[in-house]
């Protein structure tokens, strides 16, 4: 079992930033991809961004493409997700997961095995 916790969520106004964290345990970016996903009321779960543990290679997609940035620090035990220029549509619950199984990292949710228990972020003026 790979225990996540996310962190960082808020209420911010159009055109405003957030970080979000993810803590995980030890040594776990040295192996596992991370992904973040979010999911709006109503609506499916949303791949956003992922991190690979081989080669930190990263993936957005094309809705926050520009806007956010993912990142790591192994020696914290954290990844970022550095979130600028937020709009209203980015209003939903946040998670990040992690799994080991592939070589580079996807935001296919499927691919994903363990997850954090998620952090609002609200984007309203």
């Known amino acids: 079992q790979v225990q996540l916790v996310g962190s960082g969520g808020g209420l911010v106004q159009p055109g405003g930033s957030l970080r979000l964290s993810c803590a995980v345990p030890?040594?776990?970016?040295?192996?596992?991809?991370i992904g973040w996903f979010r999911q709006a009321p109503g609506k499916e779960r949303e791949g956003v961004s992922c991190?690979?543990?081989?080669?930190?290679?990263?993936y957005y997609a094309d809705s926050v493409k520009g806007r956010f940035t993912i990142s790591r620090d192994n020696a914290k035990n954290l990844v970022y997700l550095q979130m600028n220029s937020l709009k209203p549509e980015d209003t939903a619950v946040y998670y990040c997961?992690?799994?080991?199984?592939?070589?580079?990292?996807?935001?296919?949710?499927?691919?994903?095995?363990?997850w954090g228990q998620g952090t609002q972020v609200t984007v309203s003026s």
């Open positions: 997961a992690t799994e080991n199984a592939y070589l580079y990292c996807s935001v296919s949710r499927d691919h994903y095995n363990y």
């Open positions: 030890r040594f776990t970016l040295d192996y596992y991809n």
């Open positions: 991190i690979s543990a081989n080669d930190g290679s990263t």
